[in-house]
């Protein structure tokens, strides 16, 4: 919708060979041609009008897109406290459970004390080592507060109370020796510094030492528990065996090599699939970073709803200094270093396994061949029948070898869809995320393209009924200005016409005139000439001076008597005892004040004939 109105320009003469063939078509028609523009069925534009309503539909789009912004802004305050409530619940969770883990270590602990400093317990003097230790440490922590610490305390207390004797003294006369003993404190303060900055420097290194030594391979071995180490090659135990028969001895002994061949191909193969995770034990990420990372997603349990989601907006706001790219090709690489550990411990735990289970069978087969022997020696069998035995024993060797391997197989080939699955997942979640960026990217794309379309639309839409104006601008133009050019004539035969009645009307006022005139001079009054009355006194001048009147009539007496109030009368008046009370109380202003005085009666209620209703509200 464009917003137009295209009804007056629509006309509703009817078109057509069957509709101009009627008679009164014909005259509408020819009447609506007559008149043109300037029909009466047709309303001028009122461009000042048209304006105001275009302002007033623009104000109101400003406020509807406010209106838009400020909804999006709430929805999307609404959802960052939707996330931070989960986050919080998420963190209360594992705060329940690093209190559980403390108070479990802690009780732990003293329970190891207690045990240990025990008399029958095995290790009673190591832990009373251990007591003189942490007593020593105690005992050099005081010392180095003492030497360290509580001197720039004491010096703090010693500034201050200076301050304190001799902030009175700036710019009085003494300021010479105030300066000098400031400047004596402040080579006191340098000094000082110094020697911090000396102590930090030499903790610190004390400080990278310690955690290199905590950090070294043997302590890690000793506290992560070290891998399993498998000794290549036959053991001792297998060849120290004794088996009558040497061949066998050989053959069996040849599986030891065979196994450790296989195992160590799958490891190398193993170690080459995983290069990448192998170079470094942090990913290339600084080892805070990691650890910070290691920690924040084993918080979210498996679980959660929205897991990752949620993991990964805690990283972005742990880690501000990392991208998203980044965060997710850590998660990768940590994905696949775990997979890369647990697989080779699968393996080398395996390993050992099998390499202990084949001596076993090497041991029992021996045991076997010197069994058969025996069975030999004392029944008499022959040598064939030594052979058969041996092959059948060294078939069992084989058949067993085959199920071995057979079980591996089953083992890889469950450890392999166990992976697939797991990459199935990740990618059906990939996948997933990638179908809904895409229709929001969709849908995004459809609403640009739907807001062009409509601001073309407008625009064209506008264009045209520009240019619709513009033509019946100028075609009500000229017919203004024919309208123009008609009412100048009207108004000037309307301004003659007045003209010639204003000349008639002074006519006829100038012939009343002369008929008023004419009708004075019959009654105008005739009076003698006396000049002499300009210096005569006149009646009321004598009266003042007492000539002519009757002695009983005051000319000086007031024509009426004159009714006021007298002070008496004034001050006697409540109200305004009242009113001076509260003035000089200071409650004059008073809401209550005010009423009271409005509720106050005067000594004498006045005449109903003198109320005054001028200030009285009309009913």
Known sequence: MTGR???PFVSEQRVGNREIGRPEEADKLLLRMKQGLGSSRYAAPDYEKLKALALDKKIAANRTLIKVNKLAAISKASRENSLLKQHKMVWDKELRKLESARKIAEDEHEDLIQRGTSEESSISMFMLDMEDYTLQLAAQ????????????????????????????????????????????????????????????????????????????????????????????GIPEE???????????????????????????????????????????????????????????????SHDLPNRRTLYMDRLRRQLPHKTRAELVEHEEWVRSHRYYNNHRKTLINTWAKSKQELYNKAEAVFADAFLAEELQRVSLINHQKQQEICQQLYEKIQ?????????????????????????????????????????DKEKIGEFHTRLEKEQEMAEKANQQRLEELQRLMKVQAEHDQERVSYRKEVVARKLQARQEEIERKLEEEQEKERRLQALRETVQPVVETDPMRILQATQASNARLGIGIEEDINIQKPLFDLKGFSADKVISDPRLKLEQELRRAGLHTNPYAMKLLSQTKPLRPPRKDQESTLFKDPK
């Open 399 to 439: 058949l067993w070898r085959e199920q071995k391997m057979e079980a591996e197989r089953l083992e890889a080939e469950i450890e392999a869809r166990k992976q697939e699955k797991m990459e199935k997942q990740r990618t059906r979640e990939w996948e997933i995320e990638q179908k809904r960026r895409a229709a």
């Open 238 to 300: 297998a060849t120290e065996l004794s088996c009558p028969h040497k061949a066998l001895k050989e053959s069996v002994l040849k599986e030891f090599i065979v196994l450790d061949r296989r195992y160590k191909g799958m490891l190398k193969e193993l170690d080459k699939r995983h290069e990448f995770v192998r170079r470094s034990d942090t990913g290339e990420w600084d080892p805070n970073d990691h650890f910070t990372f290691q920690a924040l997603v084993e918080q979210h």
């Open 141 to 232: 922590l005081q010392e180095f507060q003492q030497a360290t610490a509580d001197p720039i305390w004491t010096l703090k207390e010693d500034l201050q109370a200076w301050l304190a004797e001799n902030g009175h003294l700036v710019g009085t006369d003494q300021m010479g020796e105030v300066l000098d003993q400031h400047a004596e404190i402040c080579c006191t303060i340098d000094s000082v510094k110094q020697q911090q900055v000396r102590i930090m420097t030499v903790l610190n290194k004390e400080q990278r030492e310690l955690e290199m030594d905590l950090n070294s391979s043997t302590l890690n071995k000793i506290f992560t528990g070290a891998e399993k180490f498998v000794v290549e």
């Open 5 to 7: 109105d295209y009804r």
